[in-house]
């Protein structure tokens, strides 16, 4: 196995790295761009602000990432009608994002209205590959490594997430998810898409 596809546990000290990872890989993402429509604020406040998610995965979900870390997967688990602890993030939403504030808080609104909440799941909050290393097979590989793990529970478990674009619909579609519900509409007029991995992916 090439090293760059060669999966393993992030580590505590590998937050930074990985927070500046999904950042570069995130930048002009449409959802991105609505977000914090100036480039450089983008380049200053994200890091900081996909930091609050590196650490709340860190802390109760799992972390994927290669050995050059060129790449992270964001894991979190949910659980029927249990809310998790978001008093971390609300906290430190407002000096991450600035002036941006109320905009993140819409988008995790609408976020939250089609993530469903009547099955148990792992939710991929983000998959990012660093743009230099994109196209060689890694998010497939960030993929497959939870998958199976989710696989072999005892039930299996479902997953879910909210793909960025049409484009990246198109990538877990081959990968065994489908669509929820209507695509999440954000105020430019940006689709993005909720989905699911049912158990072994039927």
Known sequence: MSPRHQIVPA???DATALSRVIARAFHDLAPSVWLIPDSEGRTRLFPGYFRLFVDEAMARGRVYTTLELTAVALWLPSTPNEEPDSSGYDAGLP????IWVDRFR?????????HPHDTAHDHLAILAVDPHHQHQG???ALLAAHHDHLDAEDPPRAAYLEASDA???ELYLRHGYTDLDDPII???GAHM?????RTNGT
């Open 138 to 140: 890694i998010g497939t």
């Open 193 to 197: 898409y909720p989905m699911l991995r």
């Open 106 to 114: 819409i988008f995790d609104a609408l976020l939250a209205e089609h």
């Open 186 to 188: 954000l105020p430019s």
């Open 95 to 98: 000096a991450a994002t600035g």
């Open 11 to 13: 580590q505590p000290q």
């Open 167 to 169: 484009t990246t619909r």
